[in-house]
């Protein structure tokens, strides 16, 4: 057996679940960290590796919209930039529960210390450093599309740390231990359909955490349904503030005071369009449109005016941004079998 295992063959509901193990120690010393360093890019940039004697393992899940698994690797330091960030247009949520080891995260909340069961809130969609001592994680990986829906504020949980002794963190804890140990015999069927419990749990811990202060309950439980209703007609181009505020029976005043904190109507619905705009510079399928028809699609008649506020978002101009991605997604192709785990998580969407 190599250092890395993979069965994707779960294509009918009595095959096992998909899972992919990777594993340092059945690969030649010299070839370790260069190794990692190159899967490990779908996720994070690692700027130091502080152990002389370098070891790390994955043992992953796939299942519908589930990822899952544990990872024990030695101290080394971590980061997501924002050049990383546009490069790789990842959009989904990824807790790590801490139950070996610490971890230190520094992101826009500050610098925080993980351990002892404590779980991080890592959305990809945000830079973030970190710095380990030698750890071992129980991770979930989920789509923002799926897990955003079912939370308070979810562009509120950047870096946030869900305190292991929290009754809410304890039980999903142990939900998705559980869940991992119990995998190896579990059928594609069974994983599928703990989907659903698994998300709920999720999301009562999450939003169980929230600050107060960063949220009201009662604002946010109104503003869900006016952000899903204009993620819904994003491709609207006369959508609108009176429309929106027509649809909900508010006011614009009062759905201008529920968009404050995102700048207002008419600056977060750019912003998502930019974030579709990105997508489509993404996709395959889309290869042959330009960058104009592609920011014409997005309301950007001016390909100029949307190459700007692209950078001004991503760090990056869509050209550069199209460019990076094509070559990023040759490299994973050269590496072959051994990158397949590392390949779920960057196609993740």
Not at 284 to 296: N, Y
Not at 306 to 325: G, I, N, V
Request: charged residues 20%.
């Amino acid at each position: 057996m190599g250092a890395y295992s993979a069965d994707l063959k779960a294509t009918d509901d009595r095959a096992p679940i998909a899972r992919s193990v990777f594993d340092t120690s059945l690969l030649p010393v010299n070839s370790r960290i260069g190794i990692w360093r190159e899967i490990a890019a779908s996720v994070w940039q690692i700027s130091s590796i502080t152990d002389s004697s370098f070891f790390a393992t994955v043992d992953a899940y796939h299942a519908g919209e589930l990822m899952f698994g544990s990872v024990t690797t030695c101290a080394q330091k971590t980061e997501r930039t924002s050049a990383l960030i546009a490069g790789d247009s990842l959009d989904y949520y990824m807790m790590q529960f801490y139950v070996s080891g610490s971890r230190v995260a520094r992101s826009r909340r500050g610098e925080q210390v993980f351990a002892n069961g404590d779980m991080l809130m890592v959305d990809m969609t945000h830079a973030i450093e970190t710095e380990s001592t030698a750890y071992t994680s129980f991770d979930l990986v989920l789509p923002r599309r799926v897990l955003e829906p079912l939370l308070i504020d979810p562009d509120a949980l950047a870096g946030q740390r869900l305190a292991g002794q929290h009754p809410l963190t304890a039980l999903f804890r142990s939900h998705l231990m559980a869940l991992y140990h119990a995998a190896p015999t579990m059928t594609a069927a069974q994983a599928m359909a703990m989907q659903g419990p698994t998300l709920a749990m999720a999301s009562a811990a999450l939003n169980g955490n929230i600050d107060p202060e960063v949220a009201s309950s009662v604002r946010m439980a109104a503003w869900l349904p006016v952000r899903r209703y204009i993620e819904e007609h994003l491709h609207d181009l006369h959508l609108s503030v009176d429309q929106t505020a027509l649809e909900f029976g508010v006011s614009r005043a009062t759905l201008y005071r529920m968009m404050v904190r995102y700048g207002g109507f008419a600056s977060y619905l750019r912003q998502r369009r930019l974030h579709r705009s990105r997508d489509d510079l993404l996709d395959p399928s889309k290869v042959h449109l330009t960058i104009a028809e592609i920011a014409e699609r997005w309301g950007f008649a001016n390909a100029a005016n949307y190459s700007t506020a692209f950078k001004d978002l991503f760090d990056m101009t869509p050209r550069d941004f199209r460019h990076m991605t094509r070559s990023r997604g040759h490299r994973m192709n050269e590496l072959g079998s051994e990158s397949d785990w590392s390949r779920w998580l960057a196609s993740m969407r």
